[in-house]
């Protein structure tokens, strides 16, 4: 008789218990023989950020990314207007760079054809200014994005960054 018979003889004599506890401790027996190795990652990554938005704008960090294509610096003696249509104010952007982005939304709590700067510091590194103006008529939601070239590389891990528009 084969091995599959004995066991199936083993079974039906009512063995089927002892058998069960010999397969279920060989199975914690080897769980436990096995070898368990740790390994540990550290992950960096920027300390902080802050966003300062005075007089009635309100701001929102779209982060950083990759510029795929480049263009020319919008000019602070124009500046960019909110409008119907959302603007953008960035600096001299080359492509492959990392971009910094910052939505700005107007709000009818800002006085008319008022000008702000848009800065960004980086470790100890300052990008810009960007240059935003109000129209005759603040209307609310209204945004324009700031986004400034900060190079091909962020600053060694950690670092913080602030963004100030006022």
Not at 40 to 51: K, L, R
Not at 78 to 93: K, L, M, Q, R, W
Not at 101 to 129: C, E, H
Not at 144 to 162: E, H, M, N, R, W
Request: glycine share 10%; proline share 5%.
């Amino acid at each position: 008789m084969g091995k599959a018979g004995r066991l199936h003889r083993i079974v039906r004599k009512g063995g089927s218990w002892v058998f069960l506890s010999k397969v279920l401790l060989s199975l914690v027996a080897v769980v436990f023989a096995a070898s368990i190795s740790v390994t540990s990652t550290t992950y960096q990554a920027e300390v902080g950020s802050a966003v300062n938005v005075a007089n009635g704008l309100v701001g929102t960090d779209k982060g950083f990314s990759i510029s795929l294509v480049g263009s020319a610096a919008t000019s602070c003696s124009s500046p960019v207007t909110f409008g119907p249509v959302p603007g953008t104010a960035n600096t001299t952007i080359t492509g492959g760079h990392l971009v910094y982005d910052i939505q700005v939304n107007s709000t009818t709590l800002v006085s008319a054809n008022t000008k702000f700067n848009a800065t960004l510091v980086i470790a100890s590194t300052t990008y810009g200014p960007v240059c935003v103006q109000t129209p005759a008529v603040p209307v609310n939601g209204q945004t324009i994005d700031c986004k400034f070239d900060v190079g091909t590389a962020l600053p060694a891990s950690p670092y913080s960054f602030k963004v100030t528009v006022q």
